[in-house]
């Protein structure tokens, strides 16, 4: 057995490499310039840039103003939402239940959890943070999965829908006929969105309005390109087809971007998934064989202060590696 000393100072080094690891994580993006980076775009976004060309004529400036007081009324809006209750994260992940149900099915989910190491034996600290991390973290894992593979599907479809809105006003259709067209056409989940799109124009709600709407429950950037798109030409009129004929084009480049970065770091995220996971399978393999030399840190106090610290640890290194290989596109 180490001496108390050595088991003290292992367990500060043990912090101290975690506490160094979470001002890493947090701090990096303040000092990478990634800060600056993004508000450099969102001035851009805006219409802040410093460099203004004079000899632009009149009605050129008045469509810039309006497009540009347009897109900062959206993007103003989606700031304001950014705090999503449970209830929208249900819509998105295509779920009918009520947050009353999914709060109950996480509070079994914590107790089943609970009750399943209770019986292999584990010590109450390890118990609490089973019941902590299937109550609280697993449905909401669960849930932000749903809601990815929900918009993913998504994605595959619209720029699918926009085609038919274009070929529908090129051959003379308004654009309400097109909605419905997608609507009763399309497979899920752009066919939801569409139906509750038509049905929110027939009760009255304004286009503009029922855009917005659709961004809140779909939050994807795509969705958000076609509500400026319409959102503009209702100001400022145009060619809709053709706006909305580059914006296809857009989506569908953007989707192949997508795939090929997916597919250029798919190694780095198999080897960051092995390096993830073998600290965790090595600790079942040995709990498995001779359980009486592992046990020390399920049943001592000590022990599990280890398990604790080394999972903070494994944390903060998984977090760094997903910071990695996760691209923003």
Known sequence: MPSPELVQIAAIALAALAVGGAVYIFALPFFSGERKAEKRVANVALGQTKTRVKSVTQPLQMRKKQVQDTIRDLEAKQKAQRRV????KLVRAGLSIKPRTYYLLSAAAGLAGGLIVLLIGSGPIVTLLVIFACAFGLPRFILSRM???????????FANAIDIIVRGIKSGLPLPDCLQIIAAESPEPVKGEFI???EQQKVGVPLSRAFERMHERMPLQE???FAIVIAI????????????????????DRYRLQAKVRAFSSEAKASALIIGSLPPCVMLLVYITTPSYIGILFHEKLGNLMLIASGVWMLIGILIMRKMINFDY
């Open 85 to 88: 209750p449970l209830r929208t």
């Open 147 to 157: 809601i990815r593979r929900r918009q993913e599907k998504f994605l595959v479809e």
């Open 196 to 198: 509750d799109l038509v």
């Open 223 to 225: 969705v958000n390109f």
């Open 233 to 252: 030409q209702s100001q400022t009129g145009g060619n809709l087809a053709e706006a909305l004929g580059n914006l296809s084009q857009v989506l569908r």
